[in-house]
């Protein structure tokens, strides 16, 4: 007989793509850039141990009077004093500069001796000048360089791809990526998008997708299968308007599952996304039906899993992350079984 509390087969769907967190940079629109100024080593501290590569701490130079953000805040502004205080080991730095924005030539050996890895250009036809200015300043300071291809959705395919090839001849990005700002591409366009451009340029290409149309995830699975190297997600979504890919549903997927992590780790994460909601007067969803979507766990697992919450007096979203990381030394996922893996795995014992 079926056995609902037999843990499902384990399937591994893998690391997807090198994985760059936008929280603070696409999310702070979101906030106007007012972040605090402990956030940046907050949000690195909690991303580097659950598996995120890179973590994009906001701007160089200011954002453009166009993007309609009224007196922005320190992370419109970086220093490198900023930059600094937010390395920590496992993970990346990187930060945007916006062509239009700049007063200023950036002091780029500053912000590398403090910790940048990695500058990020936006494209716009007229300012390749520039760009090809930037990047090759980046990579005489040892930074990589990645050019995004913004309002990705409003070119002609055609023309997208004859762009890319000249962003690619002008700056020879390590990175090439396709924003989807509008967040209205389909997993078929991103498909035929990314297959043709790995045709064209020389560059590891990226996605940025929007969630507009509640497709993030999906345009970014197959913007990885069709060969993208560079995923970009954020905490809770944190963007504009429909916000971006989530970065939760990332982990749970294809950093945490059945890879032991800390108990210290998930509940920075969990800190992390509470004091991220309240900044941003957003909700905190719980991350249960998330996890056990992920896991392709029944209905009355799910309650198992909600009886071990309350049986050891935790937090629901503390147990589901735990179980995602833990599933493979469950022996069942009866709450019997649950209690004392629980107990063991997490030291309690």
Do not use: K
């Not at 992390?272 to 007067?281: G, V, W």
């Amino acid at each position: 007989m079926f056995d609902h509390f037999n843990p499902p087969p384990a399937t591994d769907p893998g690391p997807l793509a090198t994985l760059v967190d936008v929280t603070l940079r696409d999310g702070g629109f979101e906030v106007d850039f007012r972040w605090p100024d402990t956030q940046f080593a907050d949000v690195t501290a909690a991303l580097a141990p659950v598996g995120v590569e890179i973590v994009e701490l906001g701007y160089l130079g200011g954002v453009p009077l166009e993007h309609a953000v009224v007196a922005p805040g320190i992370g419109a502004h970086l220093t490198p004093e900023h930059v600094a205080t937010a390395q920590r080991d496992g993970v990346r730095l990187a930060a945007m500069v916006h062509p239009t924005a700049l007063a200023n030539e950036i002091d780029l050996t500053a912000y590398t001796a403090a910790g940048l890895h990695m500058l990020r250009l936006v494209y716009h036809p007229h300012w390749l000048d520039d760009l090809a200015h930037l990047a090759h300043r980046a990579r005489d300071h040892g930074l990589r360089v990645s050019v995004n291809i913004a309002l990705a959705s409003r070119y002609d395919p055609d023309d997208l791809l004859a762009h890319a090839a000249r962003i690619d001849r002008a700056t020879t990005p390590d990175v090439l990526y396709l924003a989807d700002t509008c967040g209205a591409l389909l997993p078929d366009q991103v498909t035929d998008l990314i297959t043709r451009l790995r045709a064209t340029v020389s560059a590891d290409l990226g996605f940025h997708a929007h969630d507009f149309l509640s497709l993030a995830y999906a345009n970014a699975l197959a913007a990885a299968a069709a060969g993208a190297t560079y995923l970009d997600c954020s905490i809770l979504g944190l963007g504009r308007s429909g916000g971006n890919l989530q970065a939760e549903l990332v982990l749970v997927r294809h950093r945490l599952r059945d890879r032991p992590a800390p108990s210290t780790a998930l509940g920075e994460l969990l800190a992390c996304r509470r004091s991220l909601a309240a900044l941003a007067h957003r909700p905190v969803p719980s991350l249960v039906p998330l996890v056990c979507g992920a896991l392709n766990l029944t209905p009355v697992e799910e309650h198992a899993l909600a009886e071990l919450a309350t049986a050891q007096r935790i937090n629901p979203d503390a147990a589901a992350l735990w179980l995602a990381s833990a599933t493979s030394r469950v022996a069942s996922l009866r709450t019997d079984d649950l209690v004392p893996a629980w107990l063991t795995t997490t030291g309690r014992a």
